[in-house]
């Protein structure tokens, strides 16, 4: 409301668009008050230099400059609580820790990124220093989901990471633990998918009838936990087998929570899509 205000420069009554809540003798003596009321700068008038003075104070600092230099003796004369101290390698320590983000934070506050990544606490060091460590998306990597691995990434890795998925929207800004991954993995700086297609092989139409057909003969329940399901599942990647896109028998009716929790986890994650086409590449 008050940022109305100020961008309009207009001052609104508290009691605009509301109903009258004063009595007629409230009202009228509301009137007479006004009627008798006689500010205190009527018919006074500043000269100009005391105008140019009011102007000039706007613009500026309105404080005068003895104003000023009190201030500045309180401040000289006051101490701060830190002066001349520092914090001690225990409580910086201490500090660094509590600033870290711990995991079971960052799956309430970044559930997308917490979907895609796995995370873990390195085993190697104390679970105080929450040092969190990921995969590295070269598959031929060491460190990569694909060979078991893990390495620790940088505050820098972790923002850009997060802010591609949760703000932004995009798959991008991979983990790579070194710049020899970055080089080798083809999917480092693509900017759109390779299988992404461009042309479908059926019409909106057809489509439609297809999961109708599949949500029907399934009594329109979920076939992992029998609640309503509103999604069609392909057992077949359309990306990779875009053949069976449109055969009933290879998909089945689900849930929102079902689709994600079994029917794209393991091969048919995004991640292992993703490994697949670079394989394919190569």
Not at 117 to 125: A, F, T
């Amino acid at each position: 409301m008050k940022n109305e205000l100020m961008s309009n420069n207009k001052r609104i009554p508290w009691n605009k668009g509301k109903k009258n809540i004063y009595s007629e003798e409230t009202l009228k003596k509301m009137r007479d008050a006004k009627r008798d009321y006689i500010p205190w700068n009527k018919g006074i008038c500043h000269s100009s230099e005391t105008r140019q003075k009011i102007s000039e104070a706007r613009k500026g600092n309105p404080l005068s400059e003895n104003h000023i230099k009190n201030l500045k003796k309180s401040f000289e004369n006051r101490e701060h609580p830190m002066l001349g101290k520092t914090h001690s390698n225990d409580s910086k320590k201490r500090m660094s820790r509590n600033s870290r983000m711990s995991i079971s934070k960052i799956k309430i506050k970044y559930k997308l990124f917490s979907k895609i990544e796995k995370m873990r606490y390195n085993p190697y060091k104390q679970i105080e220093e929450r040092e969190i460590q990921v995969h590295c998306k070269n598959h031929n990597c060491p460190n990569s989901k694909e060979l078991g691995g893990w390495f620790t990434p940088i505050k820098s890795q972790m923002y850009e990471r997060i802010r591609c998925l949760e703000k932004n929207g995009t798959d991008n800004s991979y983990f790579y633990c070194c710049d020899e991954c970055k080089i080798e993995c083809p999917l480092y700086n693509l900017q759109s998918d390779p299988f992404k297609q461009t042309e479908n092989n059926y019409t909106e139409n057809e489509y439609q009838q297809f999961r109708e057909y599949v949500l029907c003969r399934d009594d329109y329940k979920c076939q992992y936990c029998d609640d309503p399901a509103t999604i069609v599942h392909h057992e077949r990647p359309q990306k990779l087998e875009p053949f069976f896109s449109l055969d009933p028998d290879f998909a089945w009716s689900v849930c929102k929570e079902c689709h994600y929790k079994y029917g794209h986890k393991d091969e048919c994650s995004t991640g292992n899509l993703a490994n697949v086409i670079c394989f394919d590449r190569r």
